[in-house]
């Protein structure tokens, strides 16, 4: 069996993890209860056109009745998936890339309502598109393993291209549009990181065009170390930081120590698809690098040859 590529271990064990933390988070006490699961989460996600909130309607009022069976089937889908992946290279491995496209593009649609994407005010620094598309993108590029290198590296450059172009958006201009969805999770952070969403919001409410500028640039400076730069320690060390960054304040930490977050949110997953493309790139140019050195190895003793059968 052919050894697997760096970018595509990066890519399946990644997402395998990503499914098993969801499975974890899925445990959690509050998802057992209507008001959380259905109430505050499922129903809060319900926005966009009526065709969007008319499916999401519906399958809300078909778990409800359910919803005990419904989270366990979750819980079981998710760490299925998990285990798939995580099994090794292989068959079952692409079987739970196609799981994961599968129920990511479900998820998606029917409980993250397209991430927001058909709605006014969406944003990559609050969870556009979805972590669940991003999944799917992940296992899509699995599937493909030909395209998972400098496909995570594209991937990646689309959605912080796009992440700065949903920032041109009327609200960001204002200091309300980006204080308010972080200033509204204050409270349930914890006090140690609390002084870091200060730091997001002061600047928020003092300066918001300028912040707004500084938050594209940032955006468009990290698409394009990821797409022209994918192999550059510090190209890639440079987008992951700005990731890492922006999850702790504006998707605060994706509230992980809430007892109802579902996800890490969707930066985590970009992240993922950085590392496989910064790892992809890595092992082209060690590869390139290596068939160079072999070329000039062999022509080296073509030449040694001739040289002796002259002399003799």
């Known amino acids: 069996m052919r050894s697997e590529a760096p970018e595509h271990r990066v890519l399946r064990l990644g997402l395998g993890a990503l499914w098993g933390l969801d499975a974890i988070l899925q445990t959690q006490p509050a998802m057992w209860t209507p008001a959380v699961l259905i109430g505050q989460i499922w129903e809060g996600a319900v926005q966009g056109p009526a065709w969007l909130t008319g499916l999401m309607s519906w399958s ?3 778990a409800e009745p359910h919803l005990a069976l419904f989270n366990a089937a979750l819980i079981a889908t998710q760490a299925s998936l998990a285990a798939l992946l995580l099994s090794g290279p292989g068959r079952t491995a692409r079987l739970g890339a196609w799981g994961s496209l599968a129920f990511g593009g479900a998820v998606w649609l029917f409980a993250q309502g397209l991430g927001g994407l058909a709605s006014p005010g969406a944003s990559l620094l609050f969870g556009a598109p979805g972590s669940a598309f991003i999944y799917a993108v ?3 590029l699995l599937l493909v393993p030909a395209w998972a290198g400098r496909g995570a590296s ?3 450059a689309v959605l912080l291209a796009g992440g ?3 920032q041109l958006q009327a609200p960001f201009w204002q200091s309300v549009g980006l204080s308010a969805p972080i200033a509204a999770n204050f409270m349930l952070t914890p006090p140690a990181l609390r002084p870091l969403l200060n730091l997001a919001t002061r600047p928020a409410m003092a300066a918001p065009v300028a912040l707004n500028l500084g938050l594209i640039a ?3 400076a990290a698409a394009a170390a990821a797409w022209l ?5 510090m190209a890639m060390a440079s987008v992951l930081a700005l990731l890492f960054l922006l999850w702790v304040t504006a998707q605060d930490s994706a509230l ?3 007892g109802t977050a579902t996800d890490p949110n969707t930066l985590p997953a970009v992240a993922l698809l950085a590392a496989a493309g910064f790892a992809g790139a890595r092992g082209r140019q060690r590869t390139t690098g290596a068939t160079a050195l072999g070329g000039v190895t062999h022509a080296e ?3 040694a040859a001739s040289v002796l059968r002259r002399a003799g």
């Open 60 to 62: 809300i009022r078909a």
């Open 138 to 140: 992940i296992a899509a």
């Open 154 to 156: 594209a991937a990646t």
């Open 164 to 166: 700065a172009a949903l």
């Open 218 to 220: 940032a955006l468009l």
């Open 229 to 233: 730069a994918p192999w550059s320690r």
């Open 256 to 258: 992980l120590w809430s």
């Open 301 to 303: 003793r073509g030449i």
